[in-house]
């Protein structure tokens, strides 16, 4: 069982992306290789961690305004659950086979992205078909619209029939692992994270205010960035919003069961 500040005391989830295993070799095979026992889909405590990558796309531009961001999401979801993130988060581009090694996709920007080529959109098309999620975090934290525009122009190449909308509270990415009621990150305007909806599962998320520019370090380890105006109340929102994306681009959405919406309204009563 894994528990820790606000987090509901849960299983360990049961990766879902059969899509993905059915469609890509290699992910197949993570998913073959990290699977969870049928002990851990009852609810019963394993040893076992799960080890999980958290790529990050390269384009042409500025792809990484952000560094080590990864890596301290990362850290933080290794110290709060049973997932393992690697240490060092792969570098992918559209045309690299490490692209469907794991149903996660992490994709930064303050600017505009750049076009992508036939061949890119066609992969990164498959990639969120078969069950991954991209994610866009705007480093410009709703400041700059260049970032969010070109997100939105993108998704509409992607999934032309699911255009972006508001993720609504009621949604499990809030509640996937802790309880977060809005999109927090390095600035908090009250902006909603937008997605992309099939069949109830997100395929592209935005992300407005620059979840990045919150876990960022320097060489000190200290924070980069201040968080405005929520100072580190915000931040820690932030990290938790990070933890629960991670949890549910990676594992089933088994928090809309009845079991856990009836714990949610207990520790709502406690509160």
Known sequence: MVSYGRAMTLPIPRYRRRALLRGSAHLGAWLATHGLSRRAKAGVDTPKNTQIDLPQLAYDGTWNPRAGAL???????????????V???TVVRPGDAA????????????????????????????????GGLMVFDDASGGSAPDFRRSVLELSEQLAPSTPMREVTPEHVVYRSFYLVDRAYGRTDFGTPLLGV????????LFVPGDLGGAFSRDLRGSYRYPCNPGGP?????????????????TCTDYKSDRAHVET?????RKR
């Open 71 to 85: 890596e301290e999401l990362g850290r933080e979801v290794r110290l709060r659950s049973r997932v393992e993130p």
């Open 87 to 89: 240490q060092t988060p």
């Open 99 to 130: 692209l469907f090694h794991t149903p996660f996709l992490w994709v930064a920007g303050g600017d505009a992205l750049p076009p992508f080529d036939p061949s890119a959109l066609r992969r990164l098309r498959r990639f969120i078909d078969l």
């Open 197 to 204: 909806h099939d069949a109830g599962r997100l395929k592209m």
């Open 233 to 249: 109340s915000q931040r820690e929102e932030a990290i938790r919003l990070g933890v629960n994306i991670v949890l549910y681009a």
């Open 264 to 268: 949610l309204e207990r520790s709502r």
